[in-house]
């Protein structure tokens, strides 16, 4: 159980265009998503915090225009990195809460590059 | 703000334990975690403890709680080659959303 799936798992694109990435909860229903960006060898940063059916909570420094996220079931969320330049090359990973509980379940990254 | 350090590289031979240490600053943390990231892949959860607990033993995996010295430690049993990844230790953010605040992460190499 617990489940958490990303789509897709590695994306290349040029600078200038706009990626969406997809988090899905696979066997539950998660009221809170988080999306974290990790950079090589580093820790995890919490970018935001989405819950569904409301706006995204971003962390000091993320830019929401540039980091669009939408939460709008309880099994999907989505990162679009809008007009994405090589400085947003990135393992972006998403992680699913149950309602219930505060553990938090991860996807299995995605990795963009941007050139 | 608030932290969570842990020791960048452990190094142990095959079948011998392995112990992770992690501090955290947060004394409100109401659970403590510990996630294992193999290369190139999402974090996998291990194991977690909450905060009321001393110790949590989850097959070769056991988990001490030092709450005074807000110091975690995750000790892996009879280490095997599958076990090298990056460990880390993360802790719930006491201001709200369920945060979670990450440590830099173990190296952990294991040998023969």
């Known amino acids: 159980g617990a489940v958490v799936s990303q789509h897709p798992s590695r994306v290349i694109c040029k600078s200038g265009t706009s990626v969406k990435i997809e988090c899905r909860s696979l066997d539950f229903q998660a009221t809170t998503m988080f999306w974290y960006r990790q950079f090589p060898k580093k820790s995890l940063m919490l970018m935001a915090t989405s819950n569904e059916g409301s706006k995204a909570t971003y962390e000091q420094g993320v830019e929401k225009d540039k980091f669009l996220i939408n939460h709008a079931s309880l099994t999907l969320s989505t990162l679009t990195v809008t007009s994405a330049h090589p400085e947003d090359s990135s393992f972006y990973i998403c992680?699913?809460?149950?309602?219930?509980?505060?553990?938090?379940?991860f996807g299995p990254g995605t990795r963009l590059l941007v050139l | 703000g608030e932290d969570v350090e842990q020791s960048l590289f452990l190094s142990v031979r095959e079948g011998d334990s392995s112990v992770i240490n992690c501090t955290y600053t947060d004394s409100s943390s109401t659970y403590l975690y510990w996630y294992k990231q193999e290369p190139g892949a999402g974090l996998q959860l291990l194991t977690y403890?909450?905060?009321?607990?001393d110790m949590k033993q989850d097959q070769r995996l056991t988990v001490l709680l030092n709450k005074k010295d807000k110091h975690l430690s995750l000790r892996i049993a009879d280490t095997q080659t599958g076990d090298s990844a990056i460990y880390f230790c993360?802790?719930?953010?006491?201001?709200?959303?369920?945060?979670?605040?990450f440590g830099a992460g173990t190296r952990l190499a294991v040998h023969p």
């Open positions: 993360a802790s719930t953010f006491s201001g709200g959303y369920n945060k979670l605040i």
């Open positions: 403890i909450f905060s009321n607990m």
């Open positions: 992680s699913a809460r149950l309602a219930t509980q505060e553990t938090q379940y």
